[in-house]
């Protein structure tokens, strides 16, 4: 069997050397660090001058990470129930469709997705009031 | 004590190995048990259910609209076929019809999932057989169309976006600038990896003449995707079936008569170019227009009694959904097939026999087999 050498084919993949003098692409984390993405799906705020206690957002979570619970500090006077959410991210998948289901908007998601804790406990997170 | 068995692979000079279930031939966790004789393999079993988490039984005991955020997750490196499938079976039961803009967003987030898709083939063909650059290359390039996921759906691998009834946010403003850039830069960057990857003597060498899919089989076995299209038969959903706005779209189905892996290289080779084919029409032509239809609440959306199915073309083959409704807000049955249950058992059992052990991996990552897709 005769074997054709393919001198095309040995000799073209060193073109990818011409790359080892260009700049890099990757951020020199955590020096350089990425922008916030606008609308990304983060962590939950909860304006509770607006949060009505309606359950809806509780309702609609598939994972049942949302759980209504006493509200701390100063809330609409419209929230009959008292209550407000909780998310344990142990079982959320920020599929966002509680923030869909609020009625008042007052439950939206943040760009800011970074969290690291030893306290299990600690991913029952009650959402920052803005 | 003696194990009889084992004298007996002994005696035959064959040795079994468990091959996986993490290797980089899969993108998730499966494996292969191997009998050996020397470097030549004998007999290969797949072995499946380290990813089994029962997503049909999940969604069937959800509401349709709380059913949504399961499904992506059938797939991990192409979510978005999964979530096409689901929104048009719930449409095509509920009678709802979706806006033109509509289906022009969700064409556009298939082929940049189809196109993200390949690029990740492409890092994993790479790897399977020691090829350093392309990977690094390739992840690096997926990453950019993943931040533009990133902004339209606001996650990066789970998009949750295609929606019953249309999709679940408009477009950022000046997104489509952002794309046709970005694909102006993919379609310039395209040929550096026909010159490092595709026409590289080393890689045709490794590719070349392995995994060979018999074309008789390939459509009595029910193959799909570059398989298929590698053994020269133009199979492709868009084109046979055309969904949402397909048949208003221009594109190619490429084939190759190889039918080895460096075939089926060549036709995911040439999807990508025509992918940014795609892209490019659906960028000119985006209409205006509402983005989604108007929904009951999710404990009042009952889908009536009937069924449906609907087919989409995933980077990897044809995702077929079963769904059946029974005038109640949750399914009565859904069934996924994807195309890689035939890939991972009827197909890759049997063309592994003969291959040698380094070559499994690469074979494994030129059918595209994703085993989340198997376990559903």
């Known amino acids: ?130 | 004590m003696n194990d009889p068995v084992q004298d007996q692979r002994v005696a035959d000079g064959t040795i079994k190995i468990f091959h996986g279930p993490q290797h980089p031939g899969v993108t998730g966790n499966m494996s292969m048990e191997l009998d050996l004789d020397g470097e030549t393999i004998v007999k290969a079993t797949t072995h499946v259910g380290y990813l089994h988490r029962g997503f049909e039984k999940m969604i069937e005991r959800r509401t349709a609209i709380q059913a949504f955020t399961i499904v992506c997750r059938i797939c991990v490196p192409e979510p978005d076929p999964n979530e096409e499938n689901f929104a048009r079976g719930i449409e095509e039961l509920a009678g709802l019809t979706i806006s033109e803009r509509a289906k022009y967003i969700r064409v556009m987030v298939l082929e940049m999932a189809r196109l993200q898709a390949h690029y990740l083939w492409m890092a994993g063909q790479g790897g399977s057989i020691g090829h350093e650059v392309v990977p690094q290359w390739a992840v690096g390039e997926r990453d950019f169309i993943l931040d533009l996921f990133e902004q339209l759906t606001g996650g990066r691998v789970y998009h949750m976006y295609i929606y019953p009834g249309g999709v679940k946010r408009d477009l950022p403003d000046g997104f489509l600038d952002r794309l046709r850039d970005l694909l102006d830069t993919l379609e310039r960057r395209l040929p550096e990896y026909d010159r490092i990857f595709f026409d590289n003597a080393g890689v045709k060498k490794r590719l070349q003449n392995v995994g060979v899919v018999k074309r008789d089989e390939a459509i009595a076995n029910g193959y799909t995707g570059p398989v298929i299209r590698g053994c020269g038969i133009p199979r492709d959903v868009r084109r046979d079936s055309p969904y949402l706005v397909y048949d208003q779209l221009e594109f190619d189905v490429p084939t190759q008569t190889g039918c080895d892996a460096y075939a089926r290289a060549l036709v995911r080779r040439a999807e990508m170019d025509q992918s940014i084919r795609i892209l490019r029409q659906v960028v000119d032509r985006m209409p205006a227009g509402e983005i989604q239809c108007k929904l009951p609440k999710h404990r009042k959306f009952k889908l009536p009694r009937g069924e449906t199915f609907v087919q989409t073309e995933s980077a990897r083959g044809a995702f077929s959904y079963y769904m059946a409704g029974d005038d109640s807000e949750y399914l009565r049955r859904l069934q996924v097939r994807g195309p890689s249950i035939v890939h991972a058992y009827t197909l890759l059992e049997p063309l592994l026999v003969g291959a040698q052990l380094s070559d499994v991996a690469l074979i494994m990552n030129s059918l595209g087999i994703c085993p989340p897709e198997i376990e559903r």
């Open chain 1, 1 to 130: 069997m005769a074997w054709n050498i393919d001198l095309k084919g040995l000799i073209q993949p060193f073109s990818a050397l011409k790359f080892s003098v260009k700049q890099p692409y990757t951020l020199n984390y955590p020096v350089e660090k990425r922008q916030d993405v606008e609308g990304y799906r983060g962590f939950h705020l909860n304006t509770l001058s607006l949060c009505v206690g309606c359950g809806n957002c509780q309702d609609i979570c598939m994972n049942e990470a949302i759980d209504m619970v006493e509200a701390v500090g100063e809330i609409n006077p419209k929230n009959a129930s008292g209550l407000v959410p909780r998310i344990d991210y142990g079982r959320c998948c920020w599929c966002g469709l509680c923030t869909d289901v609020c009625g008042p908007d007052s439950l939206r998601l943040e760009s800011d997705c970074i969290y690291a804790s030893e306290d299990a406990g600690s991913f029952l997170y009650m959402p920052k009031d803005q």
